[in-house]
C-alpha cells in the first residue's frame, strides 16, 4: 500500500522485500500515488513522475523517462507480456 499524507509524504506499507513501512525513495511533496504488481509510481508537485520497483518489464524506467506535465498515468507491470503503460498529458 502506499499511504498520501496531508503533508504530500508517501510512506509504502506492507511492502514486498518484507519491511513493513518505508518512506519514497525519493524527497519532495507528493499529489499522486499509483502502484501495480511490484511497482510503485508518484507524481511530485513539480509535475515530474518517479517509480520504482520491479523493471523486468521496463515500466520504472518509462515512467522515470515522461516528460514534466504527464497529469495522470496508469500502467500494470504484472508481466512481460501484459506490461504497459498509458497517460495524460497537457499539450502546450
Known sequence: FLILDEDGDVTVAASRDGEETKRCPR?????KVRASHGVSAVLFENGKWYAWGDDS???????NQLPTGVI????????ELDAFVVWIDLEE
Open 27 to 31: 524527497g519532495g511533496r507528493v499529489l
Open 57 to 63: 518489464s521496463n515500466v520504472v524506467t518509462t515512467i
Open 72 to 79: 495522470d498515468l496508469a500502467f500494470s507491470s504484472k508481466s
